[in-house]
Antibody
Framework: QVQLQESGPGLVKPSQTLSLTCTVS??????????WSWIRQPAGKGLEWIGR???????NYNPSLKSRVTISVDTSKNQFSLKLSSVTAADTAVYYC?????????????WGQGTLVTVSS | AIWMTQSPSLLSASTGDRVTISCRMS??????LAWYQQKPGKAPELLIY???TLQSGVPSRFSGSGSGTDFTLTISCLQSEDFATYYC?????????FGQGTKLEIK
């Protein structure tokens, strides 16, 4: 059973860079045709897709965030990461990591529990 | 970006009822449509992908239909554990987008 777990600071100051890591257990991040995604949800609001990465390093980003987002993968640690620069209060949200299965045909079948990141001075 | 209109935003129903939730796309997405269930404080859970394929372990009272621009999630015979918020998501083109959500509450 694949499990994903987000980790990182819960508080980030405005204008700084938000950094989160997702650790995958129960399977190799490199095996199979999977993409690894980040999705966020402000409190009481809907879901926003941030982007995804394939283990080859190929990425796709949401254009609304593209200039500030970097998603990377470390196959040796079975982890992938999110960096979001120049954050503002609008970036305060629960951040989820998720797996996109079937080479992208099955959508996000496994999710982490989510981690709340608050942007505040 | 593909715009999605999910309706209704709030749905009141009773245990045992049959309910439907709609998701309409601004352009055709073939069958690249997923449905998720989210309970308070929890991550979304995948119910249906490819518009009508039931995710492993999901009860058969959940079903999905549609293709192109119009999609429907149906829950037959509501159970107490089904009261939650439901989201549709298109994964046909970037950026992937989600519907606004439908909160299913007990009448």
């Amino acid at each position: 059973q694949v499990q994903l777990q987000e980790s990182g600071p819960g508080l980030v100051k405005p204008s700084q860079t938000l950094s989160l890591t997702c650790t995958v257990s129960g399977g190799s991040i490199s095996s199979g045709s999977y993409y690894w995604s980040w999705i966020r949800q402000p409190a009481g609001k809907g879901l926003e897709w941030i982007g995804r990465i394939y283990t080859s390093g190929s990425t796709n980003y949401n254009p609304s965030l593209k200039s500030r987002v970097t998603i990377s993968v470390d196959t040796s640690k079975n982890q992938f990461s999110l960096k979001l620069s120049s954050v503002t209060a609008a970036d305060t949200a629960v951040y989820y990591c998720a797996r996109e299965g079937c080479g992208g045909d099955c959508s996000n079948d496994y999710w982490g529990q989510g981690t709340l990141v608050t942007v505040s001075s | 970006a593909i715009w999605m209109t999910q309706s209704p935003s709030l749905l009141s129903a009773s245990t045992g009822d049959r309910v439907t939730i709609s998701c309409r796309m601004s352009q055709g997405i073939s069958s690249y449509l997923a449905w998720y269930q989210q309970k308070p404080g929890k991550a979304p859970e995948l119910l249906i992908y490819a518009a009508s394929t039931l995710q492993s372990g999901v009860p058969s009272r959940f079903s999905g239909s549609g293709s192109g621009t119009d999609f429907t999630l149906t829950i037959s015979c509501l159970q107490s554990e089904d009261f939650a918020t439901y989201y549709c998501q298109q994964y046909y083109s970037f950026p992937y987008t989600f519907g606004q959500g439908t909160k299913l509450e007990i009448k």
